[in-house]
């Protein structure tokens, strides 16, 4: 069974996606910022039999990101899958022409160079054929025609697909994939509840990539389908 860290996995869709892989049989590393929502996410999936065990991982914290991998090195000895999932969508991100540099910087900050910088610091205990999954959104797409809403957070989403072709060509040689999804829209605290998708459907591509026998690397996919940058 795979050793598989998800961060931002305190609720929503890294909560479903950390419950579906415990069921599973695997390994599963529950990180949040917040040791306390942590270790609750873990109590409640224990209730149903489901273990999970806790870290404390801040994507936007480099020390707190070492802290979590020094961890994982001790207790596991290795990482077969790292999906990034946590990230932020601020209520003030209404647009790029006019919003405060701050807003930008920080969405950036947490969508885009947290998970870069979670993947460079769990590389070193990734053997061949472990795999990353970047959660993205098709709001980052280039060529889906969606736009007018978050555009800090589409522009972080761009950016982490980007992040993920190049990935995906440099760790090629180590036989790892990088791969990013689009969980589609998703009833959760970001999503909101006019949202059309459960947290099960949100859920499903992540745990797929995470899983499945053969997904190839250096792609985009939703709804367990590959869809254009
Ligand atoms: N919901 C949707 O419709 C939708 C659509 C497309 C893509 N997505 C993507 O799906 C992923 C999960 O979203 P969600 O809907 O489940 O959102 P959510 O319910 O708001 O959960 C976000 C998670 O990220 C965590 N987080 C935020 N900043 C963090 C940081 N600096 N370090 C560590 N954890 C941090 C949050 O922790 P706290 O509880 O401590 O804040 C929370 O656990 C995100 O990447 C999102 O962009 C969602």
């Known amino acids: 069974m795979a050793v598989i860290l998800v961060t931002g996995a305190n609720k929503g869709i890294g909560f479903e996606v950390v419950r579906q892989l415990a069921r599973a049989g695997h390994r599963v590393i529950l990180a949040a910022r917040d040791a306390q929502k942590g270790e609750a996410a873990a109590a409640l999936l224990a ?11 801040d994507v936007t914290d480099l020390v707190s990101i070492e802290k979590a991998a020094h961890r994982v090195k001790a207790e596991f000895g290795k990482l077969d899958v790292l999906i990034n999932n946590a990230a932020v969508l601020l209520k003030e991100d209404q647009s790029l022409a006019t919003g405060t540099a701050e807003v930008l910087h920080k969405t950036m900050r947490t969508n885009m160079f947290g998970p870069v910088a979670v993947t460079r610091a769990f590389l070193p205990l990734m053997p061949a054929g472990a795999r990353v999954v970047m959660t993205s959104s098709g709001g980052g ?24 072709r190049h990935l995906a060509f440099e760790l090629r040689s180590r036989n790892i994939s990088v791969n990013s999804y689009c969980p589609g829209w998703v009833k959760t605290d970001m999503g909101g509840k006019s949202a ?34």
């Open 196 to 229: 059309p998708r459960n947290v099960e459907q949100g859920s499903d591509t992540a745990v797929w990539l995470a899983t499945a026998e053969k997904t190839g690397t250096g792609k985009f996919y939703r709804d367990r389908q590959e869809m254009p940058w």
């Open 47 to 57: 209730k149903d039999q489901l273990a999970a065990t806790p870290v404390v991982l």
């Open 141 to 164: 797409s280039m060529s889906d025609p969606v736009g007018g809403w978050s555009p800090a957070y589409c522009l972080s989403k761009s950016a982490l697909n980007a992040a993920t």
